[in-house]
């Protein structure tokens, strides 16, 4: 199994933050436009724990799928799995966030990603993740500013 430990600070509150993370069905409310990758459409199955976000990307030819695992607002964490088509090699992929709250009020996100790929895939798919984190954390950056 491999693993990718990221965080980032915002300035922004862990309330503001969560806000955005805990509405799992609404990605297109933070995720960036004009990166590497553009938010065709999203549909939604399911409600609450268990929910599958279908996210249909422009130039893409299936959706990423990310099934809702664990939402807990108490510890502001929660966790998600990648399901169906998988991207970069992947043949199993989890998620897992939580926000803590640090100095001035402003908050950080750790997240982190575990993932086995098909053999010789590993580094293709650790850089479409931290890709994929850095306009993650983009997003919710621009979205609470």
Not at 35 to 54: C, F, K
Not at 80 to 90: H, K, T
Not at 108 to 126: I, K, M, N, V
């Amino acid at each position: 199994m491999q693993t990718i430990d990221t965080f980032h600070d915002f300035s922004a509150s862990r309330d503001a933050i969560w806000s955005l993370l805990a509405d799992f069905g609404n990605i297109q409310r933070w995720w960036p436009p004009g990166l590497a990758v553009d938010i065709d459409y999203v549909e939604i199955e399911g409600n609450g724990v268990g929910m599958i976000r279908h996210i249909y990307n422009v130039g893409f030819p299936s959706a990423v799928s990310e099934q809702l695992l664990s939402i807990d607002p108490s510890s502001y964490s929660f966790s998600l799995a990648i399901v169906n088509d998988r991207p970069a090699g992947v043949v199993k992929y989890k998620a897992s966030g939580k926000l803590s709250i640090i100095d001035g009020g402003k908050c950080r996100l750790s997240y982190r990603g575990e993932f086995e790929t098909e053999p010789g895939r590993e580094q293709e798919a650790r850089d479409f993740f931290n890709a994929a984190y850095a306009m993650m954390f983009t997003g919710l950056a621009k979205a609470t500013s």
